[in-house]
């Protein structure tokens, strides 16, 4: 377990690495007692820090939802971090490389919330009534340290969250036409919406599958050769 003053210290390390876009050295190098708890500490101090300057918490990331990443990772639960506002990518906007340490993308599902979601003893049915719709999204993440990290250097870095831009536009226009084509189904319908998702969803990952399987199929030396 760390103090007080090597937690704020290794706020301090994190938010170092993000303004100079430099990756910075694994915190369980650095602090080699750090624990998970301290690593949550420490992404929210890191949140505070940024509130504190104007920044909005406007929802959270879940990670690690799967049980074999799970197991990989060596916990036995998802890990999650904070969105701002200042990481809302909006439609059409152009994306820096340079404004990051080292940036990469994932297809997500974000869960737009139309009331507060609050354990213990939260199920499926929950999630379902706290649920206002689902929309398709792509998540910008970059690692403020250095590989290999462990769990407690990803959830200190807040889970490598660093922007996410809503399919929210083309999910409402495709809910649209589905209104037009059925009978009964509003384009605010929460079911019709997360359908809407799921095909987005579905269609990004197909887009991303495909050539990289193309691609694990091909024999390097071959490929430079053609070059």
Request: charge should be neutral; include cysteine; glycine fraction near 6%.
């Amino acid at each position: 377990m760390l103090s007080e003053a090597d937690r704020k210290r290794a706020a301090d390390i994190l938010m170092a690495a993000q303004k100079e876009r430099k990756q910075a050295v694994q915190l369980h190098v650095t602090f080699p007692d750090i624990t998970i708890e301290d690593s949550y500490a420490i992404s929210t101090e890191v949140m505070q820090r940024k509130t504190r300057a104007g920044a909005k918490l406007i929802g959270h990331k879940v990670g690690l939802t799967s049980k074999a990443m799970q197991r990989s990772s060596m916990i036995d639960e998802p890990d999650y971090g904070y969105i701002l506002d200042d990481q809302l990518i909006a439609d059409g906007a152009k994306v820096k490389h340079a404004d990051y340490c080292k940036p990469r993308v994932e297809v997500e599902l974000a869960f737009i919330m139309g009331r507060k979601l609050q354990g213990p003893g939260v199920g499926l049915t929950d999630v379902l009534r706290a649920t206002e719709y689902v929309v398709p999204a792509i998540e910008i993440v970059d690692a403020r340290i250095q590989d290999p990290r462990k769990i407690v250097d990803t959830v200190a870095d807040n889970g490598a969250a660093a922007g996410i831009a809503l399919g929210v536009l083309a999910a409402f226009a495709l809910t649209h036409l589905m209104n037009s084509l059925l009978v009964g189904v509003a384009p605010t319908d929460a079911a019709t919406f997360a359908a809407v998702a799921a095909l987005f969803f579905t269609v990004a990952v197909a887009a991303c599958l495909v050539p990289a399987r193309r691609a694990a199929a091909l024999e390097p030396t071959a490929a430079l050769r053609e070059e």
